[in-house]
């Protein structure tokens, strides 16, 4: 059983930084997809970046927001600076396309996080 915990929110002023992280555990052996999308008030939830082989982003992030991961540790990050007022949400982690210990198993399921709150505000 796949769990992702997040960590790393809260409140900042407008032009500070967080960073985030999120931590997969469950018998795994690698993960393909990993990614972080944001959920606004009254707003659909949106992606906001993601690493695999390539890494995306929003264009509304770019420049300000790094991704990374950290395969041994199956962990990814995202390092948010230059904050902005319109960046405050619930952020998600996101993992997709499992391998698990001991398996040739591929599992295509996604998984989320409980999502944290980053609030911008002065």
């Known amino acids: 059983q796949v769990q992702l915990v997040e960590s790393g929110g809260g409140m900042v002023q407008p032009g500070g930084s967080l960073r985030l992280s999120c931590a997969a555990s469950?018998?795994?052996?690698?993960?393909?997809?990993m990614g972080w999308y944001r959920q606004a008030p009254g707003k659909q939830r949106e992606l906001v970046a993601r690493?695999?082989?390539?890494?995306n982003y929003a264009d509304s992030v770019k420049g300000r927001f790094t991704i990374s991961r950290d395969d041994a540790k199956k962990t990814v990050y995202l390092q948010m600076n230059g904050l902005k007022p319109e960046d405050t949400a619930v952020y998600y982690c996101?993992?997709?396309?499992?391998?698990?210990?001991?398996?040739?198993?591929?599992?295509?399921?996604?998984?989320w996080g409980q999502g944290t709150q980053v609030t911008v505000s002065s």
């Open positions: 469950g018998s795994i052996n690698s993960i393909s997809h």
């Open positions: 996101n993992i997709a396309g499992v391998y698990y210990s001991g398996s040739d198993k591929y599992d295509p399921e996604n998984y």
């Open positions: 690493i695999s082989t390539v890494v």
